[in-house]
Nanobody, 121 residues
């Protein structure tokens, strides 16, 4: 079992920045691919970014490429998502997940409870 707890969400103005964190506990975190997803009201959960277990490879959705950066600190069992140049359309609940680097939600084994990000215009 892996427990994932997100933090760092909040309300920010258009063009602002936030950093999300996802603390992992339980079974070893080090060898899992990890990802960030988001879900806006009335929409399906969508892929945002993922990272390999070494941190050496990363993938991004086109909508966030160049604005968001995913990273991880295996010594701290923590995943991060630095979000810059935020837009109102980035408003969603953000989830971290472990077990894959793929874009499809079905490939991930464990999920956090989510953290709300709201970008005001």
């Amino acid at each position: 079992q892996v427990q994932l707890v997100e933090s760092g969400g909040g309300l920010v103005q258009d063009g602002g920045s936030l950093m999300l964190s996802c603390a992992a506990s339980g079974r070893t975190f080090t060898y899992d691919g990890m990802g960030w997803f988001r879900q806006a009201p009335g929409k399906e959960r969508e892929f945002v970014a993922s990272i390999s277990w070494t941190g050496g490879s990363t993938w991004y959705a086109d909508s966030v490429k160049g604005r968001f950066t995913i990273s991880r600190d295996n010594a701290k069992s923590t995943l991060y998502l630095q979000m810059n140049s935020l837009r109102p359309e980035d408003t969603a609940v953000y989830y971290c997940a472990s077990g894959s680097t793929q874009e499809d939600v079905v490939n991930y084994d464990y999920w956090g409870q989510g953290t709300q990000v709201t970008v005001s215009s």
